[in-house]
């Protein structure tokens, strides 16, 4: 077997070796035929890092045109000739079985791509870390083990993006014609904003896509990731691009006999109120909490009916994007 790690990169030397030698602790390294680093900017130090790791086969490429972050993705993908193709961000890194595990799900003739869950961490020694938590919810009982790798199809791929970013592309391994043909379809014409969201539904009309529960991935959380995204100035184009992408997913599934609306109907009319009120909190925790105009804030009393009220009230203004239409059938 056969792989090319791509590694998309700004100006990350400072952490670029953790990266590189959490490849080189692979169980699979004698699978990488190659690891392309695609430096984005004019910022030369990376160079002299990729130099420490000789042992790697690693191809160093400086963009002589400076790329957009999307079209450097897009671009360094198109750079694979192996069979498969895993993604690595400049400042994450991956635990030993990560490759391991994705090859024995690609083994799956059903299975096109794979991703692993992960976490976030401020640093290499764990600090500040938090689960990725949210896949979990959604997918409930069809986690049977933490160690057992699950699948899933286009119907269940595109009404969980519809609402958030399931996955993260520092944990995808897939099979490099389907990526390549999804990159093509979703990555190349999306935006900044929406840019790893776009490209997982396109990998699932291919193949299914296996997802391993097991944590085999960090990704480095940085000060205000996760609140620029709504206290900035661009906080309404941002809901606005989101949105748009949302009604994308709604028109793909549609023409590929899948109900997302109907799907996310269902979903709410299984759950009990607590498991719904979990998910409703974990997405407002995860996007959308700040956004005033879509979300109603009250200060909440220790009177168990005054918490009920508000928690009722925030499932039902949840999202413009269809769950209110949800909520009210």
Request: hydrophobic share 40%; with cysteine.
């Amino acid at each position: 077997m056969s792989i090319t790690v791509v590694i998309p990169s700004y100006k990350h030397a400072d952490v670029l070796a953790n990266t590189l030698n959490s490849i080189s602790r692979q169980t699979a390294l004698s699978a990488i035929d190659k690891i392309i680093i695609s430096e984005n900017s004019d910022d030369v130090s990376a160079k002299a890092v990729c130099d420490l790791f000789n042992d790697l086969p690693i191809e160093y490429i400086q963009n002589t045109t400076i790329k957009g972050m999307v079209a450097n993705w897009a671009w360094v993908i198109d750079q694979s000739k192996s069979l498969y193709t895993a993604m690595l961000h400049d400042d994450d890194w991956w635990y030993p079985t990560h490759l391991e595990n994705a090859l024995k799900a690609l083994e799956n003739p059903a299975v096109g791509s794979y991703f692993s869950n992960f976490i976030f961490s401020k640093d290499e020694k764990l600090n500040q870390t938090r689960f990725h938590f949210l896949l979990m919810n959604f997918l409930g009982d069809k986690i049977k083990s933490p160690l057992q790798t699950i699948e899933l199809n286009f119907e269940e791929v595109a009404t969980l993006s519809y609402l958030y970013t399931p996955f993260h592309m520092s944990c995808l391994v897939a099979k490099t014609s389907i990526l390549q043909n999804a990159n093509d379809e979703g990555l190349r014409k999306s935006d900044g904003w929406n840019a790893d969201r776009s490209l997982y539904p396109h990998l699932a009309l291919k193949d299914n896509i296996a997802f391993s529960p097991q944590f085999l991935c960090a990704v480095r959380s940085h000060t205000n990731q996760y609140s620029y995204r709504l206290a900035t100035e661009n906080q309404q184009r941002n809901f606005d691009l989101f949105q748009s992408m949302s009604e994308y997913f709604i028109e793909l599934a549609s023409t590929n006999g899948v109900d997302i609306l109907s799907n996310w109907k269902r979903i709410k009319d299984r759950s009990t109120f607590e498991e719904w009120t979990v998910i409703v909190n974990t997405y407002n925790a995860h996007f959308g909490k700040l956004h005033n105009s879509l979300f109603q804030h009250k200060k909440v009393s220790s009177n168990t009916k005054s918490v009920i009220s508000v928690a009722k009230q925030a499932i039902k203004t949840l999202t413009p994007y269809g769950l209110v239409k949800l909520r009210n059938k």
